[in-house]
Every structure is written in C-alpha cells, then in structure tokens.
C-alpha cells in the first residue's frame, strides 16, 4: 500500500548545467559542490535549474536550492590566515578534477585547471594550492573571523542559494554559545 509519506523530497547533487536542469524538472532541490562558485551558482546552475523546472510547468521558486560554500574561518585574524591557506590544499584537489572545470571556465581560469591536474597526475600535490590565488580563494569561500560571518554570508549568497549546508570548523563546533549566536543572525532578516 501507500507509505505514510508519498512525497519524500528528492535533492541531488550538480556542478553540470544537464544535472542542474533535471533537478528543476524533477526534484526538490539541488545540493552545490562547494567548487561551485557564488557566482558560478548564480549565473550557470541557476538558470539552469530555472530551464528544467519552466519544462515542468513549475518555477525556479519551487526548488531549493542549497549551497556549501568553502568556509576559511576562525577566531581571528591569524586564524583566518592559517585557514586560508589550509583551503587552498582542498580546492586545489578539487579544482584539478576535471569534472569542474566548468566552474573555472566560467571565472576565465581554464589554465589553472589543465595545471592543477597535470600536477596531481605528476604527484605534486604539494605544489598544487600555491597555484590558488587570494582573489580566486575569495570566489569560492567565506573567509572571515567569526565576528563577520553571518553579514558575509548572508551578502555572497543572496541570489545564489536558498538555503547552505556549513561544514562548522571543530574549533567553533565546540564554541556552543558563539555558534549559536551566528546562527541566530543568519535566521535574521
């Protein structure tokens, strides 16, 4: 017989504009990479997910759209400069996988893919994250103290997400009462 909940949302996950416009046709919501820029969210997925969910007769508006940027934050300045640069090692990984180099088309960095991967190929995984620049770390992630986090998160994704899913650094996981905090100004207007 029928189960207790017919309509189970179904999310999945897209960096590819033909993932993005199946999910607005057919699902409830889309889950980013978090190689997927703010920008590149906004101007490449979202479209996307729009044309899928317009074949469908529904609206942009009707899918949730979940972003999981790269965080590099932390109590302070100094902080903020190591998990900067811890940063760079992942999205350097992940800015090697072909399978996103979409995302760096889009910012115009298609050498610094074709670069990161000959690198990994070659095993140079520690060369790989000085090729990461502040600016192009800055697209990806929120880097901030912990003081400005909420602001700046709510201002780079605005028009890109609907809703984020946060991967919390354990150092401020284990701050119960600043967590909170910056929770609850993320749920303000």
């Given at each position: 017989?029928?189960?207790?909940c017919?309509?189970?949302?179904?999310y999945i996950?897209?960096?590819?504009?033909?993932?993005?416009k199946?999910?607005g046709?057919?699902?409830?919501?889309?889950r980013?990479?978090p190689?997927?820029?703010?920008?590149?969210s906004?101007?490449?997925?979202?479209?996307?997910?729009?044309?899928?969910?317009?074949?469908?007769?529904?609206?942009l508006?009707?899918?949730?759209i979940?972003?999981?940027?790269f965080?590099a934050?932390?109590a302070?300045?100094?902080?903020v400069?190591?998990?900067r640069?811890?940063?760079k090692?992942?999205?350097?990984f992940?800015?090697?996988?072909?399978s996103?180099?979409a995302?760096?088309r889009?910012?115009?960095?298609?050498?610094?893919?074709?670069?990161l991967?000959a690198?990994?190929?070659?095993?140079?995984?520690?060369e790989?994250?000085?090729?990461?620049?502040?600016d192009?770390?800055?697209?990806?992630?929120?880097?901030?103290?912990?003081?400005?986090?909420?602001?700046?998160?709510?201002?780079?994704?605005a028009?890109?997400f609907?809703?984020?899913?946060?991967?919390i650094p354990?150092?401020?996981?284990?701050d119960?009462?600043?967590?909170?905090?910056?929770?609850?100004?993320?749920?303000?207007a």
């Open positions: 017989g029928p189960i207790a017919p309509e189970i949302p179904i996950a897209a960096v590819n504009t033909y993932n993005a199946v999910c046709e057919l699902c409830a919501g889309l980013a990479h190689v997927a820029t703010f920008a590149y906004r101007d490449v997925l979202m479209p996307a997910i729009e044309e899928g969910a317009t074949r469908a007769g529904r609206r508006e009707d899918v949730d979940v972003g999981s940027p965080l934050i932390a302070d300045e100094a902080g400069a190591e998990a640069q811890a940063l090692q992942q999205v350097s992940y800015a090697s996988t072909r996103y180099h995302v760096l889009h910012h115009g960095w298609e050498d610094l893919g074709a670069k991967h690198l990994s190929v070659q095993g140079k995984w520690t790989m994250p000085q090729q990461i620049t502040d192009m770390l800055d697209e990806w992630a929120i880097v901030s103290t912990y003081d400005e986090f909420p602001a700046r998160l709510k201002a780079r994704a028009g890109a609907t809703s984020v899913l946060l991967d354990k150092a401020l996981r284990q119960e009462d600043r967590l909170a905090d910056m929770v609850r100004q993320l749920h303000e």
